[in-house]
């Protein structure tokens, strides 16, 4: 079986920092495009970050760039999101996901992945 493992999430104030961390197994994890999605309370779930299978292509939303940061480690089927100059709008379900076999050399910015985590709750208070 597939399973992907956020944590990290937690309770922090606004200006602060986070980091989320995400295990997977059952899959080929350094031949696999990996992503973070986030959804608010009552909203879609939105692309946050994405790197492909070896960390040399990583995208971001615009509404993250500059403050976040994606990689990964593949000797231990992990990545990150560090979360930096954290805003009461980046409250939400943070979750990883697992893109196998990726169809193109890019990964994916849409919700379209393979697999997902069950989310780790990341709140920003003011």
């Known amino acids: 079986q597939v399973r992907l493992v956020e944590s990290g999430g937690g309770l922090v104030q606004a200006g602060g920092s986070l980091g989320l961390s995400c295990s997977a197994s059952?899959?080929?994890?350094?031949?696999?495009?990996m992503g973070w999605f986030r959804q608010a309370l009552g909203k879609e779930r939105e692309f946050v970050a994405a790197?492909?299978?070896?960390?040399?292509?990583?995208y971001y939303a615009d509404s993250v760039k500059g403050r976040f940061t994606m990689s990964r480690e593949n000797a231990k089927n992990t990545v990150y999101l560090q979360m930096n100059s954290l805003k009461h709008e980046d409250t939400a379900v943070y979750y990883c996901?697992?893109?196998?076999?990726?169809?193109?050399?890019?990964?994916?910015?849409?919700?379209?992945?393979?697999?997902w985590g069950q989310g780790t709750q990341v709140t920003v208070s003011s």
């Open positions: 059952g899959l080929p994890f350094s031949s696999s495009n």
């Open positions: 790197i492909n299978w070896g960390g040399s292509v990583t």
């Open positions: 996901a697992a893109d196998y076999p990726p169809q193109i050399g890019v990964p994916r910015t849409a919700p379209r992945y393979d697999y």
